[in-house]
């Protein structure tokens, strides 16, 4: 009988063959899985990440046309706050009522805010990610000892199977914990990747927002052509 054709009676068994490491492997797997998923449905909610354009017009830092809005309004939600903070703190900049400083402070504050939210619950994929191997490690170390008294206990009449069994028990635990490890790690690091796509995306509409004439400047590929270099910021990196 597989695994898939029996699932819950099969973590019965390893649960009865495991013992307490398995059990604390199952439930942080449990932990992993709820996780994952409420990150993936914020990243979903937020889009994080999810490559929008922001090749926006100059105009989103001066009087917006209906095209404008419509640009600014496909970005993704958490993109869109920055850049409409961007531009009310540009305003009043240009009015003289905040200085460059503190719109600067603002927009970082706001930034970190932001990204640490989308950030929340990494901790705790990377916990698991690194200590779920280690006890299966551990839990194998107890089986081989398991093992081994077995053996000691046998005297002169030593069973092969005995040894075998106990070792095929013991490396069961570290099966488990890599098991429980390794999607865990696939998965934070497709979650970081997204996190630094957004943060790649914030700080390129930040930068077309408050000096867009700079922007473009660096940006403009006729000038890169002839000064054989290469973009600062790039429009289109994500």
């Known amino acids: 009988m597989t695994f898939f054709e029996n699932p819950i009676l099969r973590i019965q068994e390893f649960i009865s063959i495991g013992g307490p490491v398995v059990v604390l492997l199952l439930g942080l ?15 979903s909610a937020l889009k994080v990440g999810a490559g ?5 017009p100059v105009s989103l830092s001066g009087n917006m046309g209906r095209g404008d809005r419509q640009r600014l309004e496909r970005m993704p939600a958490g993109l869109r706050d920055i850049v409409e ?19 600067e402070d603002r927009l970082m504050l706001s930034a970190s805010t932001q990204i640490n939210s989308i950030q929340s619950g990494f901790r705790i994929l990377e916990s698991i990610a690194q200590t779920a191997p280690l006890i299966g490690l551990f839990g194998t170390v107890l089986g081989m000892i398991t093992a081994f008294q077995a053996l000691q206990q046998s005297g002169n009449s030593v069973d ?7 070792i095929w028990v013991a490396l069961l635990t570290t099966a ?5 490890a390794m999607p865990t790690s696939i998965a934070l690091t497709y979650f970081e990747s997204r996190v630094e ?42």
């Open 29 to 43: 797997s449990v932990i992993s899985v709820a996780t994952i998923l409420f990150k993936f449905w914020q990243f």
């Open 52 to 56: 929008a354009s922001l090749d926006t």
């Open 85 to 103: 903070l961007a531009m009310r703190l540009k305003h009043l900049r240009d009015e003289n009522r905040i200085t460059h400083e503190a719109l």
């Open 160 to 166: 092969p199977s005995i040894l075998a069994g106990g």
């Open 176 to 180: 488990v914990g890599l098991g429980v």
């Open 197 to 238: 796509t957004h943060k790649l995306a914030i700080e390129t509409a930040v930068a077309r927002v408050l000096n867009p004439s700079t922007y473009d400047a660096i940006n403009d590929p006729r000038q890169r052509a002839e000064t054989g270099g290469s973009p600062l910021v790039s429009a289109n990196a994500v």
